[in-house]
């Protein structure tokens, strides 16, 4: 079984019920879910058979509560989750618009769960086959030191690197989080990135170029996730494969990225063919948009196995 460690933000999140709702008058909210990137993938990890940590902290208080009851529930290793008695949980507000674009309103760094650390890197990194880090962690100095404490510490010990960058646009004039971004992409041996993330770090004009850069620099996989339209594999010294979006109905977006990684890590590491990981992440992802809330969507190995028969036999 593969041994994976996650680090960064555990969040609750509201979804607003109607699209284009205001966040300046009353209305009505959807959640708590329980949410935060790198929460996400743990969970799915998990939930598709690897031995998963999840490091991170929330507060003494029913949001953290809920966070942890799910990720417990779903086979997560809690070890490393501190309950800051002192805080409370963070919470983000989401809303989409018709356009299909969506908006966040964090309450992230001030809180609880904006005070994440590894704070033994020894103990948290003894038998692990890979960490995963995440661009939307780095939303503060101490995160982003948190974050690169574990990058450097898996890197002296021989431990991979899979990293998202997960880009915050509004984050992308802060100096420090455009520097960490792109040293953790620089050493990383697993990328998995939206479309255009990596023109964005690398300044080069395509993804299949900032893929081939990333491979030749000694990643052993880059993915790029394409929402609606699928996912593309690139392997050093082999042909891109692309695997097209399945046709499902698009409730809720947030959390499918994650919940690809999710598959896609748990599988790999666990000894699959990197194509046929990306096979199933690509499902898992669009289990995951027929839900409403990050995590709702989330599967078992045995569900999308289930639903794999299903797909090949209607095809
Ligand atoms: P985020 O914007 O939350 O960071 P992401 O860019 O990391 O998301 P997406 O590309 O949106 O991730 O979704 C991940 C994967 O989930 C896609 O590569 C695809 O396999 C699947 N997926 C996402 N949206 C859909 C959809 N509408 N229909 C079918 N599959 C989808
Ligand atoms: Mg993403």
Redesign the pocket.
């Known amino acids: 079984m593969a041994k994976l460690l996650c680090i960064g933000e555990i969040l609750v999140e509201m979804v607003a019920e109607q699209v284009d709702q205001s966040r300046r008058e009353p209305g009505h909210w959807i959640g708590p879910f329980p949410s935060g990137a790198p929460a996400i993938l743990a969970d799915q990890a998990a939930l598709c058979g690897a031995e998963v940590s999840l490091v991170g902290t929330v507060g003494a208080d029913e949001f953290g509560e809920s966070c942890l009851a799910r990720l417990r529930a779903s086979g997560v290793g809690l070890d490393h989750v501190r309950v800051d008695e002192h805080g409370t949980t963070s919470v983000a507000f989401v809303k989409y618009s018709v356009a299909g674009s969506r908006s966040f309103i964090f309450h992230l760094a001030e809180s609880a769960s904006g005070r994440f650390r590894l704070n033994d890197l020894d103990a948290g990194l003894r038998g692990v086959d890979c960490v995963h880090l995440m661009g939307s962690s780095a939303f503060s100095t101490g995160a982003v030191d948190a974050i690169v404490d574990v990058f450097d510490g898996a890197a002296a010990r021989g431990i991979r690197v899979s990293f ?1 960058p ?1 880009i915050r646009p509004e984050m992308l004039t802060r100096t420090e989080y455009v520097q960490a971004l792109r040293r953790i992409l620089g050493g990383a041996q697993l990328v998995l990135a ?1 479309e255009g993330e990596l023109q964005a770090l690398l300044g080069e004009q395509s993804d299949s170029a900032c893929a081939a850069q990333l491979t030749a620099g000694g990643a052993e996989v880059v993915v790029i ?4 339209r ?2 593309t594999l690139f392997l050093p010294g082999h042909d891109e494969v692309n695997v097209p ?2 046709a ?1 109905d ?1 409730v809720d ?6 919940c ?1 990684g999710g598959t896609f890590l748990a599988l790999y590491l666990g000894g699959m063919e990197a194509s046929e990981a990306l096979r199933y ?2 499902l898992a ?2 289990m ?2 027929e839900q409403r809330g990050p995590m709702s969507g989330n599967r078992s190995i045995a569900d999308l196995r289930a639903a794999a028969r299903q797909t090949s036999r209607r095809h």
């Open positions: 998202d997960n939206s996730k394409r929402g609606a699928g996912a979006g399945l499902v698009e977006p947030t959390g499918a990225g994650d690809f992440a690509n992802g669009a995951a948009v």
